[in-house]
C-alpha cells in the first residue's frame, strides 16, 4: 500500500465537494464532523465556509443558495439538535422542488443503536421530506455517495438529499481517490406528445398556460416567452413562481395564489385549455383544488413536470408529458405560430384585468404599503431580487410587484416563517452587486433574524425591511374570521428593532409614513453595509383588503 496516497474520509469528502463544484457551504460547526471541517481547511481559497447562528439558518440559506444557482446549496451539521434544527429547510426544499445535500456529522459506528448522545436514526426521520437519505459507514465509498447524491438531488423533479457522516468513518485512513462529477440527465419530451399538445391547443377557445416549479433556465423563459408572444396566450404563474415569467409581458395576468381576484379565478374555471409548464399545481394554486378539480379536471389539462411520479399522482391529465423545462421550451421554439388564434380578446381582457388589481389601493393609517411596493415597482433594477417570508404581509409584494428575470424573486413555497433573513444573506453571496430587498413580518423576523449578524460578518449590504403590526397577521386573520373577537395568543410584543439592529451593526431607521421610506431606501441602496428599514403599520390592517373592525369582525 502507498502511504504517501493515504488520507482521512474527511479530506476525501472535501475533495470531492469541490470536485462537484461547490464554492459555498452553510454550516454550523459540531464536534461530531471534525474531519470533513479539517478537509474543508485544505480547500479555504476555493471553498467558503459560512457560519450560520442556527442551522435552520444554514438550511434556509442553502435553499435560497441553489435557487439562485441552480446548484445543489451544502448545509452542513452535528448529529441531534443540529439535524434536527434543519429539517425545517429540508421540508422546505422538498416542497419548492430545490436541490439541497444535508451532511450530518454522525456518533461513531461502535455507538450506533445504544440511544448513544444526540443518537438518531436519519433514515427514519428524514424519509417522508427527502428525495434520498444514506449514512456513509465506509470512508472508501465517499465519492460514490457524493456523486450520488449530487445526482439525486437535481434529477427529475429536484429535492434535498441527507447523508449521515460517523464521526470516526470521517478520521478513518483511506486510498480512495476522487472520482470525475456526474453529469445530470433530464428527461426529454417525445415528437408525438408535441405534437398532440398542439393539435389540441388549436382547438381551445380559452386557453391558459400555469407556469411554476424548478429546472428552469432564464433561455428556457425566453423560449416560452417567444412561443405565448407568438401566439397571445394568457400566462399565469403558480403560487410563488412570479419569477418564470416577465410580469410585464402583455401576456401575463397574474399569479394564482392566496387573495386571488375572483376575475382570475373565473378565468381558470371558464378556460377550456390548460397547460401547467412545470407547476404541481398545488393546493395554494388551485385554491384548494377547487378551481382546477380532481381528480379529472373540468378544462382540457397538458401537465409537463420534470418528476414523472408527479404527473397523474394528483390529476388525471389528458396529456402527461415528463420534461425538464429547458427540454420542453425548445420543443416550443420549433413550433410554427398559430394563424388568427380565437383567443386574442380573451388574453387583453385577462391582462386588463392584472393591470387594474396591481394598481395601488387605499391603507388605514399613515403609511401605505402598497404605494411602497408600487415605488420599488418603478426603481429596482432588472435583476435586482426581492425577498418575502411568510404572512399576510407577502400579499402586498406579490401583489404589486412586478417580478421580471428569473432570480428576481426568492422565496419559499412551503410557508415556514423565518426564511426572509436567511435568504437575504444567500442572495448577497451569490450576487454581490445587485440590490436585494427582503421583505419580513415581525412575527416571520423574530424566527431566525439574527443571522442578520452574517451581513456584517462577510460584509454584505442587503435591505431587511420589517413590516410591524405587532401581530402574527395570517392567524389573526384566520382567528377573526372563524372565532371573530376572540383574540388569543397572536398579539406579540416585539423588541426595539432599530435599536437591535444597530447593535449588530447595521445602519437602521424606523418609518411611520409613506413618502419617508422614498429618501431613506435610495440611501438605504446606496450604502456600503446592510440597512433594516421597519415599517409601522396600521395593527388593524391584517392585509391589502382586509381590516379589523370593518370587513373583519
Not at 478 to 487: D, L, M
Amino acid at each position: 500500500m502507498n502511504l504517501v496516497n493515504k488520507k482521512i474520509g474527511g479530506h476525501l469528502l472535501a475533495d470531492q465537494l469541490e470536485i462537484n463544484g461547490v464554492d459555498t457551504i452553510f454550516c454550523v460547526p459540531g464536534e461530531s464532523y471534525l474531519g470533513l471541517l479539517d478537509g474543508l481547511y485544505n480547500h479555504n481559497q476555493n471553498i467558503r465556509l459560512i457560519t450560520t447562528r442556527h442551522e435552520s439558518g444554514a438550511a434556509n440559506m442553502a435553499d435560497a443558495y441553489a435557487k439562485l444557482t441552480n446548484k445543489p446549496g451544502i448545509c452542513l451539521v452535528s448529529r441531534g439538535p443540529g439535524a434536527t434544527n434543519a429539517s425545517n429547510g429540508i421540508h422546505t426544499a422538498y416542497q419548492d422542488s430545490t436541490p439541497l445535500i444535508l451532511l450530518i456529522g454522525q456518533v461513531s459506528r461502535n455507538e450506533r443503536d445504544r440511544e448513544a448522545q444526540q443518537e438518531i436514526d436519519y433514515k427514519e426521520m428524514f424519509k417522508p421530506m427527502a428525495k434520498y437519505v444514506a449514512e456513509i459507514n465506509d470512508a472508501n465509498r465517499i465519492p460514490e455517495f457524493i456523486n450520488k447524491a449530487f445526482y439525486i438531488s437535481q434529477s427529475g423533479r429536484p429535492g434535498p438529499v441527507v447523508l449521515s457522516l460517523p464521526e470516526d468513518m470521517l478520521i478513518d485512513e483511506v486510498t480512495a481517490q476522487p472520482v470525475p462529477a456526474s453529469k445530470i440527465v433530464q428527461a426529454s419530451p417525445s415528437v408525438g406528445d408535441v405534437e398532440d399538445f398542439y393539435e389540441r391547443l388549436k382547438l381551445a377557445k380559452k386557453p391558459i398556460i400555469i407556469v411554476g416549479g424548478n429546472t428552469w433556465s432564464q433561455d428556457a423563459i425566453n423560449k416560452v416567452k417567444d412561443f405565448v408572444n407568438k401566439n397571445s396566450i394568457p400566462v399565469l404563474t403558480s403560487y410563488r413562481a412570479q419569477d418564470r415569467f416577465d410580469n410585464r409581458n402583455d401576456s401575463y395576468i397574474g399569479h394564482s395564489s392566496y387573495a386571488i381576484p375572483p376575475e382570475t379565478r373565473k378565468r381558470i374555471e371558464d378556460s377550456d385549455f390548460i397547460l401547467s409548464l412545470g407547476a404541481r399545481l398545488g393546493e395554494v394554486t388551485t385554491q384548494g383544488y377547487t378551481s382546477i378539480k380532481i381528480p379529472k379536471p373540468e378544462q382540457f389539462l397538458v401537465h409537463v413536470h420534470p418528476g414523472i411520479a408527479e404527473i397523474g399522482s394528483v390529476y388525471c391529465p389528458d396529456i402527461g408529458i415528463n420534461s425538464g423545462m429547458q427540454e420542453f421550451a425548445e420543443s416550443l421554439s420549433n413550433l410554427p405560430q398559430i394563424k388568427n388564434p380565437v383567443w386574442k380578446e380573451w388574453c387583453a381582457g385577462a391582462r386588463n384585468e392584472y393591470l387594474n388589481f396591481i394598481k395601488p389601493t387605499p391603507m388605514s393609517g399613515d403609511l401605505n404599503l402598497s404605494e411602497i411596493i408600487a415605488y420599488l415597482n418603478k426603481t429596482l433594477g432588472e435583476d435586482d431580487i426581492v425577498i418575502v417570508g411568510s404572512g399576510n404581509n407577502s400579499q402586498w409584494v406579490h401583489r404589486y410587484y412586478q417580478y421580471r428575470n428569473l432570480g428576481s424573486q426568492l422565496v419559499t413555497t412551503a410557508g415556514s416563517m423565518g426564511y426572509g433573513v436567511p435568504a437575504a444573506i444567500a442572495a448577497k453571496l451569490v450576487y454581490p452587486k445587485k440590490t436585494v430587498v427582503s421583505f419580513n413580518g415581525d412575527g416571520c423576523f423574530m424566527m431566525l433574524g439574527q443571522e442578520i449578524i452574517n451581513a456584517i460578518e462577510n460584509e454584505l449590504n442587503p435591505i431587511f425591511v420589517i413590516v410591524n403590526n405587532e401581530k402574527l397577521g395570517t392567524i389573526r386573520m384566520h382567528q377573526e374570521k372563524k372565532f371573530p373577537k376572540r383574540v388569543m395568543g397572536t398579539n406579540i410584543k416585539n423588541p426595539d428593532f432599530v435599536a437591535l439592529a444597530k447593535s449588530y451593526g447595521l445602519d437602521s431607521k424606523r418609518i411611520t409614513n409613506t413618502e419617508d421610506f422614498y429618501g431613506y431606501f435610495e440611501k438605504a441602496k446606496n450604502n456600503k453595509k446592510a440597512t433594516l428599514i421597519e415599517l409601522i403599520i396600521d395593527p388593524n390592517v391584517l392585509s391589502p383588503s382586509l381590516e379589523i373592525g370593518t370587513n373583519i369582525g
